[in-house]
């Protein structure tokens, strides 16, 4: 079981890596170039794997078949609302080039 000071963590830092990402990403176009930003990218996926390699799962056998669903009915119309919001977004939006 996860603790709630650990869930209150990961949480937190979700939060910050949203909220700090895309202002670093604008940072790093404007004052270098979209390569430099692959490499930052490539450089903290790479350490955010390496504590992934001491990660392990417990074992839990599966009891019974069930059916996998790819869509959960309950959110599909928000999620087709949401969807449509954003293409008409994307639509009256341009990129400067």
């Given at each position: 079981m996860i603790s709630?000071?650990?869930?209150k963590l990961f949480t937190s830092s979700m939060t910050l890596a949203m909220a700090i990402g895309p202002m670093f990403g604008i940072w790093v176009t404007e004052n270098q170039s979209y390569s430099a930003l692959f490499l930052i990218?490539?450089?903290?996926?790479?350490?955010?794997l390496i504590p992934m390699l001491g990660?392990?799962?417990?074992?839990?056998?599966?009891?019974?078949?069930?059916?996998?669903?790819?869509f959960e009915k309950?959110?599909?119309l928000i999620?087709?609302?949401?969807?449509?919001?954003?293409?008409a977004y994307g639509g009256i939006t341009k990129p400067e080039i």
């Open positions: 709630a000071n650990l869930k990218a490539v450089v903290l996926s790479a350490v955010a990660a392990k799962m417990p074992f839990r056998p599966q009891t019974g078949v069930r059916k996998i669903e790819l309950s959110v599909l999620a087709a609302s949401v969807f449509f919001l954003f293409i």
